[in-house]
């Protein structure tokens, strides 16, 4: 039987939301080795504690405490985790901010480059470091040789860039934290078809509303999201729960979606969708 996630796993933005979810899956889905990578140490030993007690084989965990803006950061991170490891299988690319920024004539440059240095500058340079390491190592296949992996379902490792719908679609209010989800998904099929001969997949995922502290920054912020957003504009009527991303995102790493590279699904309970339908007329 074929086991689908017998490697290493390294997520970045693992200290809440999406990212944590992410960490939480993979061990529910039997990885037993992760590393865990955000700026915020208390959130991080948050995550662990919540899944150590998953798994009911030993956990390898660890740490890095990584700045995704900073490329040094990044470098020594990466670094540190294929001595830990050995190699990596599965790379989640989960860091982001959404700074709420004002149109684009009213918005400071310095809030556009902040935005677009950690989510799409840090997820290139993450990326850019995981697919160094995955370039060099064997399939999984020979890595792995009890897990029975079938040789068209091999790989040296598999990408996941977390993007959003508003890299798709045009929000108010929103240009910066649009255009560098956009870069994402940009990012992550031009990867995709470059690094195909070396056997590495590359996929994005594209949530839409998401019931994470981002969302939740203020009573305010909440009821917008929950009211407006997820009522009216969402098909489905409600957020999306972290775990619901996640679960995407894991089936994606794994050797089960190994006909699967260059592709950014949709997790939006049918937002985008819905919009184009109210576009068509007129809502």
Known sequence: MLQTLPGIA?????????????????????CTNIGLLDVNEKGLEE???????????????????CNVSSPDDIVAAFRKARSDF?????????????LMTPPSTEMEVSDFDLQYQINCRGMWLCARE???????????????????????????????????????????????????????????RCDAVDYVADRIRVNAV??????????????????????????KHTPMGRMAEPEEVADLTVFLS????????????EVDGGFLNGRLFAQCVGA
Request: hydrophobic share 40%.
């Open 206 to 231: 594209v949530p839409g509303m998401i019931n994470t502290p981002m969302a939740s920054k203020s009573p305010e912020i909440m009821k917008f999201h929950e009211e407006i957003v997820a009522k």
């Open 254 to 265: 794994s050797n089960k979606a190994s006909f699967v590279t260059g592709a950014a699904y």
């Open 130 to 188: 995981a697919l160094k390491i995955m370039k060099d190592q064997p399939l999984d296949t020979n890595a792995y040789p009890d897990a029975q992996i079938a040789t068209f379902r091999a790989q040296r490792g598999s990408i996941v860039n977390i993007s959003s719908v508003t890299g798709q679609t045009g929000l108010p209010s929103s240009p910066a934290y649009s255009a560098s989800k956009a870069g994402i998904i940009a990012f992550t």
């Open 47 to 65: 995550t662990i504690s919540k899944v150590q007690n998953l798994s009911s084989s030993p956990l390898k965990l660890h740490l890095y405490m």
């Open 86 to 98: 050995g190699r990596i299988d599965y790379f989640v690319n989960c860091a982001g901010i959404n």
């Open 10 to 30: 390294l997520v970045t933005g693992a200290a809440s939301g999406i990212g944590r979810a992410v960490a939480t899956t993979f061990v529910e889905a039997g």
